[in-house]
């Protein structure tokens, strides 16, 4: 192998993310479903629900979920800009009427999922269901489909029992 084959070899492996879930497991002994999740802001959320799905219908025992946002390239940033989609004092301001678009950042957002029968209740919070959707047409790219964003909790509470004051928390992404 000459070492320029050698370096483009490493240099895809290395940037790909379609690679990237699947040496993690490896370095980490895992096996079962393993996929990467490209979903922009949403990517946390998607992968705990398909995480989530997994130890519900037994494709595996436990799932290590996570996403991550970084800031790379300058011009994503400027192109929001110039579209209008970021907020102007770089807060967001989800489910307020003063939301004037969104506040860029960074993050990660991790979870270990398992089932109770087959680790045990560990103490952490109990996740009961979970769903994801795109809502359809909506008045643009970043405004929600108010209708089809009710329908979508309306179903998860009714997978989970409906709410009878049992509700400890609720996810959601939004810009």
């Known amino acids: 192998m000459t070492p320029a084959f050698a370096f483009a070899s490493f240099a895809f492996l290395g940037s790909s993310v379609a690679v990237a879930a699947g040496r993690i497991s490896y370095t980490l002994g895992f096996n079962g479903p393993c996929q990467t999740v490209s ?13 989530a799905s997994a130890t519900m219908h037994g494709e595996s025992l436990a799932a290590l979920t996570a996403g991550v946002s970084i800031l790379l390239l300058p011009l994503s940033a400027f192109a929001l800009g110039l579209a209008g989609m970021t907020s102007a004092d770089g807060r967001s301001k989800v489910f307020d009427a003063r939301a004037n678009g969104f506040g860029r950042g960074e993050g990660i957002a991790a979870a270990f999922l398992t089932t109770h029968a087959s680790h045990g209740n560990l103490g952490g919070p109990t ?22 964003q009710r329908d979508l909790l309306l179903h998860v509470l009714g997978t989970v029992g409906g709410y009878r004051g049992g509700l400890a928390c609720v996810e959601m992404h939004g810009t």
């Not at 949403?42 to 992968?47: E, N, Y």
Request: glycine content about 12%; proline content about 3%; some cysteine.
């Open 127 to 148: 996740l009961t269901g979970s769903a994801v959707q795109q809502d359809g047409k909506s008045a643009s790219l970043v405004a929600p489909n108010g209708s089809s």
């Open 39 to 51: 979903t922009a802001c949403s990517a946390a959320l998607v992968s705990m629900h398909i995480g």
